[in-house]
């Protein structure tokens, strides 16, 4: 990435901030296969695919809260704990998704990680691809705030930790839940679709919810990094 002196200057205080499912390692798909193996098995005859597709990005048990009501059916707290640590012992092991550790080389500033998962499975997860070094102890995730995506929380303990202005904070996320949190945290976002969950009409849903520019392979992140420091305006997809 080629940086003018100006930009050069300006790189202390900018911070690129990724979800992790979805946008890091490729688990959404892995995820939501054994969400509806898990509530197919507890509920014979349902139809659960369609209910739990729309509602990947946000926390499991809110999956499953939601999951349950539309089915008229209901689980109990050992049924969600199973079914999290099910679905989290399957995710960690998915792959990285393609080109994103030399895309954040790539990226001359600070970045940090912001999941909707809990801490102990984003640090496994981490560690086991080896991403961890481009995020170090940078990780803020929904156990450690009061309020899940798509509320902003998680996206404004980054901000405040980084000591980053929101607007100076660049977002990679993959889900309407995501992208809405980013935005009402004041941050630009860009969706990515480049995960094996994704589908044609991901796209629109992450411009309507606020992304500036839907991408679907992660070697272009880079250049999408680049435009942002010149203030250029996304030309969306």
């Known amino acids: 990435m080629n940086l003018t002196p100006s930009h050069e200057a ?4 900018r911070l690129l901030i990724c979800d992790c499912d979805g946008v890091l390692i490729d688990s959404e798909a892995v995820a939501a296969r054994m969400l509806v193996t898990e509530l197919q098995a507890l509920w014979p005859g349902v139809d659960v695919e369609p209910v739990v ?7 499991i048990e809110a999956v499953l809260a939601s999951a349950a009501d539309t089915v008229n059916r209901t689980l109990t707290h050992d049924q969600v704990v199973a079914i999290r640590h099910a679905v989290e012992v399957a995710a960690i092991e998915a792959p990285a998704v393609p080109g994103i550790a030399e895309a954040l080389a790539a990226v001359p500033f600070t970045k940090a990680c912001a999941s909707n998962s809990f801490s102990t499975y984003v640090d496994a ?3 086991r691809t080896g991403l961890l070094r481009f995020f170090g102890e940078r990780r803020f995730c929904a156990d450690m705030v009061a309020n899940p995506k798509p509320a902003p929380d998680v996206y404004l303990a980054a901000a405040r930790a980084m000591r980053i202005d929101p607007l100076r904070c ?6 309407v ?3 809405t949190a980013a935005k009402a945290a004041g941050m630009p976002v860009l969706g990515f679709i480049g995960g094996g969950h994704a589908t044609e009409g991901q796209i629109g849903a992450l411009e309507r919810a606020g992304a500036q520019k839907v991408f679907d392979d992660m070697t272009r992140l880079p250049a999408l990094v680049e435009q942002w420091l010149q ?3 996304f030309e969306i997809r």
Not at 10 to 13: F, P, T, V
């Open 231 to 233: 203030n250029a305006t």
């Open 53 to 59: 597709m729309p509602l990947l990005g946000l926390r």
């Open 170 to 175: 660049l977002v990679v996320e993959d889900s």
């Open 10 to 13: 300006n790189l202390e205080d």
């Open 177 to 179: 839940t995501g992208v």
């Open 125 to 127: 997860v981490l560690k």
